[in-house]
């Protein structure tokens, strides 16, 4: 099954950077889009940033400005650029890969995580 493994995380002072990676262990099929969600502590899991097979982007008005996303298909890996950081991105962030079509979604793939902290 397809797996996926995420790296770049860790602490950093606010107005610092980070760019996180995400790795499929094998090609899928047939991507749908791939992205970066996050969850902190008492908090909902959020989107943070998408872009599609075709390289259209969206992002959370939150890190509009700050964070890129990007990705070669070739490689199945995703990136997330991340600069400004504010103590408020502090999280766990979790790469995303849906499986399907234009029209309809078949299934995600998700990693295991990795711990971004942003604090002086």
């Known amino acids: 099954q397809v797996q996926l493994v995420e790296s770049g995380g860790g602490l950093v002072q606010p107005g610092g950077s980070l760019r996180l990676s995400c790795a499929a262990s094998?090609?899928?099929?047939?991507?749908?889009?791939m992205g970066w969600y996050r969850q902190a502590p008492g908090k909902q899991r959020e989107l943070v940033a998408t872009i599609s097979i075709g390289g259209r982007t969206a992002y959370a008005d939150s890190v509009k400005g700050r964070f890129t996303i990007s990705r070669d298909n070739a490689k199945n890996t995703v990136y997330l650029q991340m600069n400004s950081l504010k103590p408020e991105d502090t999280a766990v962030y979790l790469c995303?890969?849906?499986?399907?079509?234009?029209?309809?979604?078949?299934?995600?793939?998700w990693g295991q995580g990795t711990q971004v902290s942003v604090s002086s």
């Open positions: 094998r090609n899928i099929f047939s991507v749908r889009s």
């Open positions: 995303n890969v849906e499986e399907g079509s234009a029209i309809a979604r078949w299934r995600d793939y």
